[in-house]
């Protein structure tokens, strides 16, 4: 459960008091801290830990992931519906994720060769994973094929070069759709064959008595975090799954891919404030909240703003398991007469799905340490972390989320704004766009700690650009030492 931030924290450091402060935006995005993460911040040993395994380090709780799986297992429960949940491993490279995904019960989602045969040496059997690589390569396909690993097809070439007939092993599949009609619109997607020609595909290119090729199911993931998209995209799989099975397919699993949506932050009146305040910077009517006015996807023109915002929605309304909930009790569409959950439960169809962001919400941390300061002609304090900007991103144009201050409680009580800076050596290298008060100023040697980073932001970007090295995963659950993550542990 979310626990509010207290304006600061006692920290007993290894080697002095230190207080843990807010390092708010200048329009504040307060982040919601998991039990876990206020009582790591004010570890006694959490700048020995940085000092020992390198600065920034990935810190990670696995209760949270259990809660997360267990809300959305109670979801399905409650409406009758069989669920296999496959956590999408892209999300956090981390195996002991999979470990505990084993452990209770999940399945695993993976996007590549190496992820899968990491999850296989993690001991998951090959029924409860499913590969979702956007290519797919003979190698892949084989080492599917030999474990009785689901693929996620897109195209008719990949069943080219799926193991050829003569090999002793079938082949588990799921077409995955896209192109649905929502509210008159197509929905556009680089991904999968189209509604229109899955089942001409599937007449064409499989044999429903064919024990090489076994056609499972149907798949599909939609961009975004819209409910009625999802809805809509069941309805008319559903209808899809009908024709099939009429033509003598298996067919009874819908996997519905990942998107479930994650709350970072404590409040909505803050995250839409922040965006009034933006439009106007980006109109010019009061000073910039962004590094040299970054637009996060909008642009100013006359006396307008135009464009998408290009970030994750970092406040989002509801907790995946009511997203999740509110999917299921909705009333079928495409002229089907009952809620989702019935038209599943009637057909047993396996509803399966592959969720990574929601179910490492609360789940990990980063921590830096800062190098410097420096003060700008223009006023602005640019506070330099042992870290780069690759170690906190993902495809959003920056981290919403404010960060803290572990900080010696001696330090220069001096307020100044300004960014937090990184080690590439590009003039654009700021860990995060948004410009922060800092209050106290850093010193040299405090940390930064930026909150509920395991869902991509840990991971998604990681590149050793000028050599320097990949940033440590430790696992942090209980009073025992932290340990390093087996990715870490190199043979
Ligand atoms: C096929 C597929 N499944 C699942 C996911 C996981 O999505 P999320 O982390 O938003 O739940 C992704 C993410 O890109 C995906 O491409």
Redesign the pocket.
């Known amino acids: 459960m979310p626990v509010p931030l207290p304006r600061s924290m006692s920290a007993a450091s290894a080697h002095n008091h230190c207080q843990v402060v807010p390092l708010q935006g200048v329009a504040p995005l307060t982040p919601w801290l998991a039990p876990w993460m206020r009582e790591t911040l004010a570890h006694p040993q959490l700048s020995r830990w940085v000092e020992q395994w390198g600065s920034p380090l990935n810190l990670h709780s696995l209760a949270p992931f259990a809660e997360n799986v267990g809300s959305l297992q109670n979801v399905a429960a409650d409406f009758g519906v069989p669920l296999l949940i496959q956590f ?1 491993r ?2 956090n490279k981390c195996l002991s994720f999979v470990d505990e995904s084993l452990r209770l019960g999940c399945g695993v ?1 993976v996007a590549s060769e190496r992820e899968l045969q990491q999850t296989l040496g993690a001991g998951l059997p090959g029924e409860r994973i499913v590969c ?1 690589a956007a290519i797919k390569e003979r190698s892949l396909l084989n080492h599917c094929a030999q474990h009785g690993v689901t693929v996620v097809i897109d195209n008719a070439d990949e069943l080219q070069v799926a193991p050829s007939v003569s090999t002793p092993h079938s082949l588990r599949i799921l077409l995955r759709v896209s192109g649905f009609q929502v509210a008159g619109r197509k929905l556009g997607s680089r991904f999968g064959i189209d509604f229109e020609e899955v089942v001409p595909f599937a007449a064409e290119l499989l044999d429903p008595a064919s024990t090489h090729l076994r056609l499972e199911g149907l798949h599909f ?1 939609m961009d975004g975090y819209s409910a009625d998209e999802r809805i809509a995209a069941i309805s008319q799989s559903l209808l899809l799954l009908d024709e099939l099975r009429r033509r003598g397919f298996a067919a009874n699993v819908l996997d519905i ?4 949506p994650v709350n970072y932050l404590e409040s909505p009146d803050q995250w839409n404030t922040f965006w009034a305040e933006h439009t106007s910077a980006l109109l010019g009517r009061r000073t910039s909240l962004t590094y040299r006015n970054h637009g996060l996807g909008l642009v100013a023109g006359g006396n307008k703003v135009f464009g998408r915002r290009n970030v994750y929605p970092f406040f989002q309304p509801c907790t995946a398991a009511d997203w999740f909930a509110r999917i299921l009790a909705a009333p079928a569409t495409s002229h089907l007469k009952g809620t989702l959950a019935d038209e599943l439960r009637q057909r047993n169809i396996q509803l399966r799905c ?5 179910l490492l919400a609360g789940c990990g941390m980063t921590i830096a340490r800062v190098a410097h300061r420096k003060h700008t002609p223009n006023g602005d304090v640019l506070v330099g972390l042992a870290m780069n900007s690759s170690q906190c991103r993902t495809g959003s144009d920056d981290f919403m989320v404010d960060p803290l201050l572990i900080t010696a409680s001696n330090s220069e009580a001096q307020v100044a704004e300004g960014y937090l800076t990184g080690s590439y050596c590009t003039e654009a290298e700021v860990i995060l766009l948004r410009k922060l008060r800092f209050d106290p100023l850093p010193q040299p040697g405090d940390l930064v700690a930026f909150p509920n980073t395991a ?1 991509y932001c840990m991971h998604f970007r990681e590149c050793q650009a000028h050599q320097f090295p990949l940033a440590a995963n430790l696992i942090v659950d209980g009073d025992q030492q932290p340990t390093l993550d087996r990715i870490d542990v190199r043979a």
């Open positions: 999408a892209k999300a989602d979702t993931h891919g990942g998107g479930f592959e969720p990574g962001r929601a869902g």
